[in-house]
């Protein structure tokens, strides 16, 4: 059975047309479904039709399996879908299992949705990748993320959702075609109307498929996982490192700025490995600014949330003193940087902590 949410407004119209419904029809469906009310409940559309579409299509938003609210207010989200295999069959196998957050900043909430159940990438210092890629998410089911939050979220106390980042489980440039609808349904003016520059993907570095997202020209901000300062480091913590180098990542990364004139974001999260810095003494400052200088970037400072782990050693966050002395080595280098505040770090905050935690529990 297909998912309601997967449709655009095009779609919509050609599966009405059995119904020979008028073609506003689809216009008032569409609007109302993004609205993230019931089917059944869409007032201005005549029942039957609405029985109709409870009756052809999976009209379920995602289960809420445990939600975890933090000191700072930051709102995490286990939510569940019913397990599909390769050809979209469901069965009785275990859920498949997703997190989102939800962020309040000064400016607007922010929501981190998942855009894969699992994730391939096997980067080491992630929970998300632990167990591999079970299945990429439809571009209904990532926006159905963003309409169940909305549903529990738009009373005066608490926004909807404005803002939403693709940095949850999942690679998003691993599953392109469906990101890429997402991306086309949450902007919809007809829908949640979200602005493509209140979105931002995050990626691991896939080069072909960042240059592929460039020529799309769709006015979101590009995130590129950095890490690391050079090939040889960076290779140890993110396998796709392996496949692309770090000169092919910038290179690609200026390529979108080219295409799209966004400023390119390059995440770079501040670890210590046995208790000295692994990607985070001064020199190697020097060695990062280099290599994004001369384009419009900005290198975007994490401290490594401590939950954080790889198999074989612990990676911890640096020092205040430590990690205020990268960041200033990058300004003095010429780059811009700043450091991103830690949300919700007392719950488990981290991507895919939750998830993890939930099925070696279970
Ligand atoms: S950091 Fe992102 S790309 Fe890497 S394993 Fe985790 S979810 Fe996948």
Not at 34 to 48: L, R, T
Not at 60 to 89: C, F, M, N, W
Not at 333 to 355: E, F, H, Y
Request: with cysteine.
């Amino acid at each position: 059975m297909r998912y309601i949410y997967d449709l655009t407004m095009e779609e919509l119209q050609t599966t009405l047309m059995p119904l020979n419904a008028p073609k506003f029809r689809a216009g008032q469906i569409f609007t109302a479904l993004h609205q993230g009310g019931p089917v059944v409940e869409i007032s201005n559309v005549p029942k039957d039709m609405r029985t109709w579409l409870a009756e052809n299509f999976n009209c379920d938003l995602p289960e809420i399996i445990t939600e975890q609210v933090s000191r700072d207010g930051t709102k995490k989200y286990l939510l569940a879908y019913r397990h599909r295999d390769d050809q979209g069959q469901t069965g009785d196998a275990q859920p498949d299992l997703i997190e989102c957050v939800l962020l309040n900043q000064n400016y607007g909430n922010t929501l981190c949705v998942s855009t894969q159940v699992g994730c391939r990438m096997g980067c080491r210092f992630c929970a998300s990748g632990k167990n591999g890629l079970v299945r990429n998410l439809t571009a209904g089911e990532i926006l159905a993320e963003v309409l169940l939050i909305n549903r529990l979220n738009t009373t005066p106390a608490a926004r909807g959702v404005t803002n939403i980042v693709l940095m949850g489980s999942g690679e998003p440039l691993d599953n392109y075609d469906n990101v890429m609808k997402f991306l086309r349904l949450v902007t919809a003016p007809t829908g949640i109307n979200i602005s493509a520059r209140n979105i931002s993907l995050s990626t691991s570095g896939l080069v072909p498929q960042i240059k592929k997202f460039a020529d799309e020209n769709m006015q979101v901000n590009l995130c590129i996982s950095m890490h690391a300062p050079n090939d040889e480091l960076r290779q140890q913590i993110m396998p796709v490192a392996k496949r692309y180098t770090i000169r092919e990542l910038v290179d690609a990364a200026k390529y979108y700025f080219e295409k799209t004139h966004r400023r390119v974001i390059f995440e770079y999260s501040l670890m210590m490995k046995d208790g000295v810095p692994f990607n985070c003494a001064v020199n190697q400052a020097r060695e990062l600014a280099n290599l994004v200088r001369g384009f419009p970037a900005h290198i975007n400072l994490i401290n490594l949330n401590p939950l954080h782990f790889d198999s074989n050693a612990v990676l911890t966050p640096p020092s205040r003193e430590i990690a205020m002395a990268f960041m200033d080595a990058v300004i003095k280098s010429g780059v811009s940087c700043t450091m991103r505040k830690n949300k919700g770090d007392d719950i488990d905050g981290a991507c895919g902590q939750l998830r993890l935690r939930h099925m070696e529990q279970n």
